[in-house]
């Protein structure tokens, strides 16, 4: 294979949603509080999604070193795993992505405040601990926390704040339905790598209550999206509902997982999983731009 096309598998592209999907609901919810900002918007999905592909990269490097990512992994292949790319290599450009998103995040300092730098500073770093430091978060059954924290309360919450400069209870209960529907994508990956997870000293939490757990949560967490569109289209009116749609395909999405069996299969589940966050973003931004 080319170079380009590795580096791009390497992204993972279709982890993107969970970056995009954030950022369109906050930037909804400001248009309908009448504080939409374009220039803020981009600045923040920009450091989004740079944010999401330099954690990808960080975490090929890491789990490439670790030895965690195997020959007997049923995902996709991972570049530095397969020796596609030298760890150095991914490495440097990890940091590099990872730089780049807390340069473009400067650019909200001047709608928000400085104390932004802060939560910039807190993603860039946590993208890396994710799987690297002394305390993993995805060693140590914290990766959930982290994506419902980051791709949801921080994500939506701070773009929503840098619009309209201040912040709701709705709209940070917006930000946990996105969080927890995002981290289905992960519970996905938990559930298909158990085996090679347990094996390697991954202690996710479906490793730690197996994947009868994992079930239940992914449920659980598309059963709560749907709870928090039902709440806001009570708030703002019924074109919300537009947010349900991907809800019930997540949840028959969640029906099928325990039939998973090999990589085609759990290829089909992420993807699924993906489009699920993608249509909640768009669908549940467009009935609240409508609402």
């Given amino acids: 294979m080319s170079s380009f096309p590795v580096w791009l598998e390497a992204t993972r592209p279709k982890t ?3 970056a995009v999907a954030p950022v369109l609901l ?24 740079l944010v999401q592909i ?6 090929d490097y890491l789990d490439g070193i670790r ?5 007997a ?39 928000g405040g400085w104390w932004l730098l802060a939560v910039g500073a807190a993603s860039v770093a946590s993208a890396w601990l994710y799987t690297g430091g002394p305390y993993p978060l995805a060693y140590n059954g914290l990766g959930d926390l982290f994506v419902v924290l980051f791709f949801g309360f921080v994500a939506v919450g701070c773009t929503y704040y840098v619009q309209v400069g201040g912040i709701n209870a709705e709209v940070l209960l917006i930000g946990l339905g996105c969080g927890l529907l995002v981290n289905n994508i992960l519970v996905v990956n938990n559930y298909r790598d158990v085996d090679e997870d347990r ?8 490793v730690r209550f197996g994947r009868r757990w994992g079930r239940l949560q992914y449920l659980l967490s598309a059963l709560w999206a749907g709870a928090v569109v039902v709440r806001i289209a009570a708030v ?9 749609p991907p809800v019930a395909y997540a949840l028959w999405l969640s029906a099928r997982l325990p039939q998973a069996r090999g990589a085609e299969d759990y290829l089909a589940a992420l993807k699924g999983s993906s489009l699920a966050v ?3 973003g768009l669908f549940f931004s467009v009935g609240i731009l409508l609402a």
């Fill in 67 to 71: 030895g965690s990512d195997t020959e």
């Fill in 278 to 280: 993608a249509g909640y």
């Fill in 16 to 18: 993107l949603p969970a």
């Fill in 199 to 206: 094996r390697a000293g991954k202690r996710t939490l479906v």
């Fill in 236 to 244: 703002v009116g019924w074109p919300a509902l537009l947010g349900l």
């Fill in 54 to 59: 330099g954690t990808n990269l960080a975490n």
């Fill in 73 to 111: 992994r049923i995902g996709p292949r991972r570049a530095v795993a397969s020796g596609l790319v030298e760890a150095r290599t991914m490495k440097t450009a990890a940091i590099a992505v990872l730089a780049a998103a807390f340069c473009l995040g400067l650019g909200l300092v001047p709608f």
């Fill in 26 to 49: 906050g930037s909804a919810a400001a248009f309908g509080a009448g504080g939409f900002h374009p220039g803020a918007a981009a600045i923040c999905l920009g450091f989004a999604l």
